[in-house]
């Protein structure tokens, strides 16, 4: 066979698997509309930022003219977000259900002139264990409003004080990283789960043995579905970046070429693992356990879904080398740290020894039928 026939067969082939893939509903449900799905979901936990807002309810047991122009300045506030409530109890409620994550009671006498003629009183900030820190940031909240209050009232600067001032750094939005998470897990089904179900279905109607008759060899059948999956890869994650830009306000900080470039390498690195397995597998019973075992690992372990610093250092070290952990880690890195394709070399190497380890694997265990 000359090369140019072998390549003309290789395109030939993948553009019969791209139109074939593209025809199936089921196959664009899991590779396009499915990942939508988890991103508007984690895009309406993460994506909708109160801006470093807290959800609190006050209650005004003194009536006072001051607690009343008090008790309107909070819910005019933009970094204390009040709830209405009728009563303590309810508020309690609302606390326990962590619909806000304290109470501020303004208590009987709150306000009332003292010997000095200025409005006096001590606030109280209720808050539930589990919310202990939100409950004393609330309280320091509080207390940086009094320090202002006070010397308002009384005209006397207090000697000693606080200045914040912006770093000037943007650091990550929790979508942010929830979303490039969740482009890594779009890669990981498209890269696993396609070939996992195709090839098993492919040896059980017989269409592989079929193949193998023709002068067809095994790494032109390997190309042309890998090109078919990529294509896959570009429309669903393309489809991602739009909705994300679009609703969730996603800024994309680095080279969308380099971005680009990187994501294709991870995504052959990873369809080399669903080709290892569908092409060994005889049918869905023996593919279906053994894709779960190879994904489940990278799906927990890789920050998919959580960050990996959050883990034990032992299991961080050892969670490094996870095929999926180089790809999360130069997705995130590119995306929302403005990193080069020249400052991602330890995850370069990692994706590149997995692509050479498991194709090599792949093709060793590759089945006709």
Known sequence: MTIKRYLFTTWHLSVLFTKRYFRSKTALFFSVLFPLILLFIFGGIFGKSNGGSFNVAVIDQARTTFSKQFDGSLHNSAILKVKDVGTLDEAKTKLGRSEIVSIIVLPSGFGEANAQHFPGGQAQVLYDQSGAQAGQAVASILDGIFTGINAKVTGITPPLGVVSKSTAQSGLSAFDYAFTGLLGFSLLGLGIFGPINTLPALKKTGALRRFRT???????FVIAYMISALAAGVVSIGVQF???????????????FEFTIFALLSAIMVFGFGMAVGGWANDEKQSAPLGNLVSFPMMFLSGVFFPRYLMPG???????????SPVIDGLRMIATENKSLLELGPQLGLIGAWIIVIYVLAFRVFRWE
């Open 242 to 256: 739009v909705v994300a830009i679009s609703f969730f306000h996603f800024h994309m900080r680095g080279n969308i």
């Open 214 to 220: 023709t002068p067809l060899r095994p790494l032109q």
């Open 314 to 324: 032992w299991l961080q070290n050892a969670s490094a080398f996870i095929p999926l």
